[in-house]
């Protein structure tokens, strides 16, 4: 497809299991980043992949979470040990890296942690 | 400490009137400003954006005014149509980095 793609669209897992959210990005687009959204809150920034540099981690909660991301493609977010805290919409977005370029996003994986 | 403020949760308009969406920001590195519309259940999608260096940019019914001094942005949807009921998103960028305010949900009554 030409668009952001996530996967799962929904996800319903139990406190203390992990959970591996996908994210494949717009080909071409050498920018990925994921976002959380809880429910009324506003986009909370997780982490950040620029080509080959070091990814910036700086928005990740806790240990917990982490995400990798091969080459220009496809990345994976990753909850360990979920909590009920962790319930939330997680975008993925992806962008051509220049000073005028907008985000695209996914349509996002609802995460409900029972 | 949010650096994108949007400080209305909600607007309500009559089609055909003017909506008006207000930012603030704290950072003046931001050097991108840009609005995003977001329905249920849909990802973010982006509607329109300015540059640091310009203090107006218009793209049909849409207006995005910066107002560097007083770090405030603002988006004019003039005349307002009930499919323009959405959450809207202001943010900000610096070094490709994005930053999101909480969104205001716009409801444009017919």
């Known amino acids: 497809g030409a668009g952001v793609s996530q996967s799962p669209s929904n996800k319903v897992t139990e406190k203390g299991k992990d959970v591996e959210l996908r994210c494949d990005p717009i080909?071409?687009?050498?920018?990925l980043y994921w976002y959380r959204q809880r429910l009324g809150q506003g986009l909370e920034f997780l982490i950040y992949f620029q080509g080959n540099s070091a990814p910036d981690k700086s928005g990740l909660p806790s240990d917990r979470f982490s995400a990798e991301r091969t080459g220009e493609s496809v990345s994976t977010l990753t909850i360990q040990r979920t909590q009920q805290e962790d319930s939330a919409v997680y975008l993925c977005?992806?962008?051509?890296?220049?000073?005028?370029?907008?985000?695209?996003f996914g349509e996002g994986s609802r995460l409900t942690v029972l | 400490d949010q650096q994108v403020k949007q400080n209305s949760p909600s607007l309500s308009v009559q089609e055909g009137r003017i909506s008006i969406l207000n930012c603030d920001y704290t950072?003046?590195?931001?050097?991108?400003f840009l609005w995003y519309k977001k329905y249920p259940a849909e990802g973010p999608t982006f509607l329109i954006s300015i540059s640091s260096i310009k203090d107006k940019n218009e793209d049909g019914r849409f207006t995005v005014f910066l107002n560097k001094s007083a770090k405030h942005l603002s988006l004019h949807i003039v005349p307002s149509q009930p499919g323009d009921s959405a959450v809207y998103f202001c943010?900000?960028?610096?070094?490709?980095?994005?930053?999101f305010g909480s969104g205001t949900k716009l409801n444009v009554k017919p």
């Open positions: 080909s071409g687009h050498t920018a």
């Open positions: 950072n003046s590195m931001f050097d991108y």
């Open positions: 977005a992806s962008s051509i890296y220049r000073v005028s370029g907008e985000l695209f």
């Open positions: 943010a900000a960028s610096s070094f490709n980095k994005f930053y």
